[in-house]
């Protein structure tokens, strides 16, 4: 089975702190993803990876960095977290850019 | 400008029915079509897809439809069942690059 491992489930920080997600997959796949999911605006796509040292803007990347050292490693950062960076990150692994496989989501919350 | 568009936010059946979720989609790039499910507190995970050659494909009690010249796509789960009591995800995928998500529709089956 594959396993998409996101560090934590719930964290709360206050405004201004730096934020580190990180997400772990263990089934070697080149293509890792970051989403957030609000309500009523489903899943949007913040950064991905289509290999080691390699990232690209998804749809929203205002706020957001990320990281990927190692094959099996995607971090998202929030360089300063704001209050409208309260939400659900998905984080996401796939084989070849079809299929996703999903963590289990970390609620952010931003107080 | 969303390009995958679910215009029911939410949607109730009884028990034993059939439950049909719809989807729009704007961009004729688009080559395969993915149905996820997510429970609260989980990552959504994969239920079935279809490729943009195929107008239909089955699984158990799913079936996803596609129509091409209409740009639009429905999933339909029959018999439905209290655990398919979830939010629907539909996302499309132009050529093997990023999926695009649409909104979610949230289904309640009632027992």
């Known amino acids: 089975d594959v396993k998409v491992t996101q560090s934590s489930r719930y964290l709360v920080k206050r405004t201004g702190e730096k934020v580190f997600l990180e997400c772990v997959q263990d089934?070697?796949?080149?293509?890792m993803f970051w989403y957030r999911q609000d309500p009523g605006l489903g899943l949007r796509l913040i950064y991905f990876s289509y290999d080691v040292k390699m990232k690209e803007k998804g749809d929203i990347p205002e706020g957001y960095s990320v990281s990927r050292e190692k094959k099996e490693r995607f971090s998202l950062i929030l360089e300063s977290a704001s209050t409208n960076q309260t939400s659900m990150y998905l984080c996401?692994?796939?084989?070849?850019?079809?299929?996703?496989?999903f963590g289990q989501g970390t609620r952010l919350t931003v107080v | 400008d969303q390009q995958v568009k679910q215009n029911s936010p939410s949607l109730s059946v009884q028990e034993g029915r059939i439950s049909i979720l719809n989807c729009d989609y704007t961009n004729s790039m688009f080559d395969y079509f993915l149905w996820y499910k997510k429970y609260p507190a989980e990552g959504p995970t994969f239920l079935i897809s279809i490729s943009s050659i195929k107008d239909k494909n089955e699984d158990g009690r799913f079936t996803v439809f596609l129509n091409k010249s209409a740009k639009h796509l429905s999933l339909h789960i029959v018999p439905s069942q209290p655990g398919d009591s979830a939010v629907y995800f539909c996302a499309a995928s132009p050529y093997g690059n990023k999926l695009v998500f649409g909104a979610g529709t949230i289904l309640r089956v009632k027992s």
């Open positions: 089934m070697d796949h080149e293509n």
């Open positions: 996401a692994s796939s084989p070849d850019r079809y299929e996703a496989f």
